[in-house]
Nanobody, 115 residues
Framework: QVQLVESGGGLVQPGGSLRLSCAAS????????MGWYRQAPGKQRELVARIFRGGSTNYADSGRGRFTISRDNAKNTVYLQMTILKPDDTAVYYC?????????WGKGTLVTVSS
């Protein structure tokens, strides 16, 4: 049973920064792509950023230039460094990981950007 646990969310002022972490536990033989998605109130879940096992990345336009995704394969952990945060970034952020044909999700961590 694979579990993904996100941490690092919270309340931050506009222009501030946060670093999200997602740690995987359970029977792991090496994830493929890992990523971050978010869901704002009343909106659908959307991709924020994704990183492949070899290190290549892709970003949604909303976070490109402000967010950086990284991963530590030895720790089965993925990070999302978020800078210059805006109120529109307020959402629940979910970690996602692919293992073979399976896709796993964390329970999410809330990020609130407000003054």
């Amino acid at each position: 049973q694979v579990q993904l646990v996100e941490s690092g969310g919270g309340l931050v002022q506009p222009g501030g920064s946060l670093r999200l972490s997602c740690a995987a536990s359970g029977t792991i033989f090496g994830f493929g792509a890992m990523g971050w998605y978010r869901q704002a109130p009343g909106k659908q879940r959307e991709l924020v950023a994704r990183i492949f096992r070899g290190g290549s990345t892709n970003y949604a336009d909303s976070g490109r230039g402000r967010f950086t995704i990284s991963r530590d394969n030895a720790k089965n952990t993925v990070y999302l460094q978020m800078t210059i945060l805006k109120p529109d970034d307020t959402a629940v952020y979910y970690c996602n990981a692919e293992l073979g044909i399976m896709v796993y999700w964390g329970k999410g961590t809330l990020v609130t950007v407000s003054s």
